[in-house]
């Protein structure tokens, strides 16, 4: 069966950097491109933007230029988020979700804690 | 971007009964629209696409309807199962955007 696992939780403090990875299984990796969205707590989903799992190319959403980092290790079928000099406002969950057009496969999230 | 105007924020409905949930799009979406549903601690399930298919295993008693800007999720006979929040995303324009989401309850 389809599934997504990401990596637990990350307690971190302002200026560091963490890395989520979500690994798939159950299809083929490279057929779906991996798409990340973040819920802060307590509030709505807001798409990050998508790594073309083929070519290896990311898209950043216009929120999310910068510090943001997607990227792969194919041979692994997993993806990658980085999210480089973390600030308070990056608190929330991060979701990995595989898309055709719509998003039917999704991880079971990743809470990032950011606290001095 | 498209917006999207989710209704209402919150809800509270009884056993049995029909509950609807409405999106309203900044701008036509050709039907890109999808519903999900997410329980607390829990990611976002699909429930319908393309504004009214059902996902395979989601209970009948979902359904979507609209077009154009107007969306709707309508669950029929609410169980206790179905207490959760319900978001709308529009796909038909990137980026995708979301409503603001309707936390459902039990009166």
């Known amino acids: 069966q389809i599934q997504l696992v990401q990596s637990g939780p990350e307690l971190k403090k302002p200026g560091e950097s963490v890395k989520i990875s979500c690994k798939a299984s159950g299809y083929t990796f490279t057929n779906y491109g991996m798409y990340w969205v973040k819920q802060a707590p307590g509030q709505g989903l807001q798409y990050m933007g998508w790594?073309?799992?083929?070519?290896?190319?990311?898209t950043y959403a216009d929120d999310f230029k910068g510090r943001f980092v997607f990227f792969l290790e194919t041979s692994a079928s997993t993806a990658y988020l980085q999210i480089n000099n973390l600030k308070n406002e990056d608190m929330a969950t991060y979701f990995c979700?595989?898309?055709?057009?719509?998003?039917?496969?999704w991880g079971p999230g990743t809470m990032v804690t950011v606290s001095s | 971007d498209i917006q999207m105007t989710q209704s209402p924020a919150s809800l509270s409905a009884s056993l049995g009964e029909t509950v609807t949930i409405e999106c309203r799009a900044s701008e036509d979406i050709y039907n890109g629209l999808a519903w999900y549903q997410q329980k607390p601690g829990k990611s976002p399930q699909l429930l319908i696409y393309?504004?009214?298919s059902l996902h395979t295993g989601v209970p009948s008693r979902f359904s979507g309807s609209g077009s154009g800007t107007q969306y709707s999720l309508k669950i029929n006979s609410l169980q206790s199962e179905d207490v959760a929040s319900y978001f709308c995303q529009q796909y038909y324009d990137y980026p995708d955007t979301f409503g603001a989401g309707t936390k459902l309850e039990l009166k």
């Open positions: 979700a595989r898309r055709d057009w719509y998003f039917d496969f």
């Open positions: 790594i073309n799992t083929e070519t290896g190319k990311p």
């Open positions: 393309n504004a009214n």
